[in-house]
Each structure stands twice: as C-alpha cells, then as structure tokens.
C-alpha cells in the first residue's frame, strides 16, 4: 500500500478517471441524467481517503464533530437545486450507480427497480475491484456516509 497521502489522492485521481469513462459507456443504456438526482437521498458510504480527496479539490471541509447523528435518506449535502456541486469530485459510489428502468421508480425507494453497477460496483468485476482497491488505500481510516464527514445540511460550504 502506498501510505504517501499525495500519491493515495492521485491514485484516487486515476481511478475515477477510469470510471468516468466507464459512466459514459454506461450512459448509453442507463436513464441517468443530470438533475435527476433521487439517488442523491440514498446513504452513500464512502472512505475517509474519499472525504480527503473532496475536501483537497473543493472548498469544503470535512467537519470534526464525530459525535453528531448520522440522517441518511436526506439530501447528500452536496445537491444543490438537484444538481452535485462537487460532480466532478463525487464518491466512488456515486459513480458506479446507474438505473436502467424506468427512472420514476428511483422517486420512490421501496419500489423495486433494476439497476447497474450498484453502489460498491459488486456487479461488475474491474469495478469493484477498484472499489476494493480504495479500501486497500483507506487503510484502518474511517468508512461512512458522505454526510458523516461533511454534515447535513444542504449546500454547505
């Protein structure tokens, strides 16, 4: 494992280069779009490694208060009039998680619906690996949801 925090980020950096491009292909037969955004109400866990990179490509911090209570099933703190505001810098798991039915079912989350991907990317082999591999590079550092690192609130800054 590369313990150099500079290198672990620029690492993160290449992998979600790969699943960018992977994201395109997968546009082609998903019905993401942007500004639909149910799936940003959903828990998104993600590593302190992830919550790092975030906060080292945008202006938001990660908050130091651990003793708060966790709300998930709430707007991510990063959508913004339905739209991610740190798009570019999302989670691994925000960028492996695609719907290919019909997207209303996304609205209401005890309805069944197929998706591809998934969140931990489990379905398909290179991506989660890739998933695993972050894990590797996170270490014995904090997993959690997105909101555990930067809060609940909306359109925080």
Do not use: W
């Amino acid at each position: 494992m590369n313990s150099n925090p500079r290198m672990q980020i620029a690492e993160i950096s290449l992998i979600y280069g790969f699943l960018d491009t992977f994201g395109e292909f997968a546009s082609t037969f998903t019905v993401c779009q942007k500004g639909c955004s149910a799936c940003c109400k959903i828990g998104v866990e993600m590593t302190a490694l992830e919550a790092s990179f975030i906060e080292k490509n945008t202006s938001h911090r990660i908050v130091s208060n651990k003793q708060r209570k966790l709300k998930t099933n709430t707007d991510c703190p990063f959508l913004i009039d339905g739209i991610c505001s740190i798009y570019e810098y999302r989670p691994f798991n925000c960028r492996t998680f695609f719907t290919v039915d019909n997207p209303k079912y996304c609205e209401t989350p005890n309805e069944p619906h197929r998706t591809y991907g998934s969140l931990g990317g489990q379905d398909i082999n290179i991506i989660y690996q890739f998933r695993k591999y972050i894990d590797h590079l996170n270490g014995k550092r904090k997993k959690s949801d997105i909101r555990f690192f930067f809060g609940n609130h909306k359109g925080i800054k």
